[in-house]
Structure formats: C-alpha cells, structure tokens
T-cell receptor, first 109, second 114 residues
Framework: DAKTTQPNSMESNEEEPVHLPCNHS???????IHWYRQLPSQGPEYVIH???SNVNNRMASLAIAEDRKSSTLILHRATLRDAAVYYC??????????FGPGTRLSVLP | NAGVTQTPKFRVLKTGQSMTLLCAQD?????MYWYRQDPGMGLRLIHY???????AKGEVPDGYNVSRLKKQNFLLGLESAAPSQTSVYFC?????????????FGPGTRLTVL
C-alpha cells in the first residue's frame, strides 16, 4: 500500500484558515486521496476525497499537487469543533483503508 | 436512521475471559469492518466482510474471530482475552461501487483486559 506522511500536530487560531499537508510520493495513478477526521471520543468521519482535481465541499477543500505527490486539506475558517485528528489515506477503489497516526489539530480560541 | 451502532460501549474483562462485540448497521451496506485503536495511534483493521457469510483477515487478526450471519450485523469475538487486547474497537460499514467508498463508523467500544 502506498504510504502517506503527515505532521504529528498543528495548531490554529479560531476563525483562521488551516492548511493540513500530506505527502504521498509513492501514489499510484489509480489511488484516490481521502481525508477523514476523528473528533475526541468518536469514530472517524469522512471529510473529502479527490483524484486529480481540487475539490470543495461544505466541510473543506482539497488541493492536490499537479504531480499528485502531495495534497493539502484546507479548512477555511477553523472553529473549536474542528479540533480533531485528521487522517490522509490513499485508497484504490475498494481496497481497505490504512490509517496512519494522522495530524492532531488544536484550535485556540 | 441509527447508522452504525455498537454494543456494548464499555467492558472490563479478566485475562482468559471471552466476549462478543456486536456491530449493527441499518444502511443496507455490503461491506463491514472491525478496527482497533490503541492510544495515540491510528486505526488498524482486524477483520472485514464484503458480504453476508463472508469474512477476511485484516492487518491484525490474531486472537479475534468474526461472523457475518446477517447482512446488517458483524460480530467480533475474543475467545481468550489478553491485556494486549485492551483497546478501543470501532466498527464501520460501506457500500461498494463508488469511487470514494465512504466508511461510516460506530461510536466505539472501550475494552479493558486486566
């Protein structure tokens, strides 16, 4: 399975944008890039996914590098509720997900 | 819809005891999964099922057994619990046939083995 590398932790101020990076230099052409997050004491939840083009939804935006070796999850205005562990996962259409340790995001009021 | 539910929410076992964790989903999903999460780590896949009556091993299957007798239920069994199995267990389900294969997770079961 292709691996991803994320910073262990990041900090942001409330109502400011947050850019969460993910490196995946061994990504294959058919791997989708998925982001999940895990709020304290809860199971993970889907955030966003993409293949080649940048993607937007109500929760976040996903910016994918042209060579697809890295991506960035963008939270446009962080709130206290966004404090969570964010996981960047590569998945080839139906393969099992591999969750790394993720990035722990702290949001300061 | 309740989504994915897990029973029980908490459990304390003594070494050598057995127990079964129940996962139920009401979304008519084909795929179901059992993960464990140790402190400060990501989730690791124990077993999964791609349909009623079928199961397969994941990354860390030793010491666990599973059964999928009904589409909506996925059971995880510990025959002889060990302290190394102290963890939070998450169940998930998904529907195949989409590019993103979104997994829906339950709230977790916190298991302590003394």
């Amino acid at each position: 399975d292709a691996k991803t590398t994320q910073p262990n932790s990041m900090e942001s101020n409330e109502e400011e944008p947050v850019h969460l990076p993910c490196n995946h230099s061994t990504i294959s052409g058919t791997d989708y890039i998925h982001w999940y997050r895990q709020l304290p004491s809860q199971g993970p939840e889907y955030v966003i996914h993409g293949l080649t083009s940048n993607v937007n939804n109500r929760m976040a935006s996903l910016a994918i590098a042209e060579d697809r070796k890295s991506s960035t999850l963008i939270l446009h205005r962080a709130t206290l509720r966004d404090a969570a562990v964010y996981y960047c996962i590569l998945n080839n259409y139906g393969q099992n997900f591999v969750f790394g340790p993720g990035t722990r995001l702290s949001v300061l009021p | 819809n309740a989504g994915v539910t897990q029973t029980p929410k908490f459990r304390v076992l003594k070494t050598g005891q057995s127990m079964t964790l129940l996962c139920a989903q009401d979304m008519n999903h084909e795929y179901m999964y059992w993960y464990r999460q140790d402190p400060g780590m990501g989730l690791r896949l124990i077993h999964y099922s791609v349909g009623e009556g079928t199961t397969a091993k994941g990354e860390v299957p030793d010491g666990y057994n599973v059964s999928r007798l009904k589409k909506q239920n996925f059971l995880l069994g510990l025959e002889s619990a060990a302290p190394s199995q102290t963890s939070v267990y998450f169940c998930a389900s998904s529907r195949p046939g989409t590019s993103y294969n979104e997994q829906f997770f339950g709230p977790g079961t916190r298991l302590t083995v003394l």
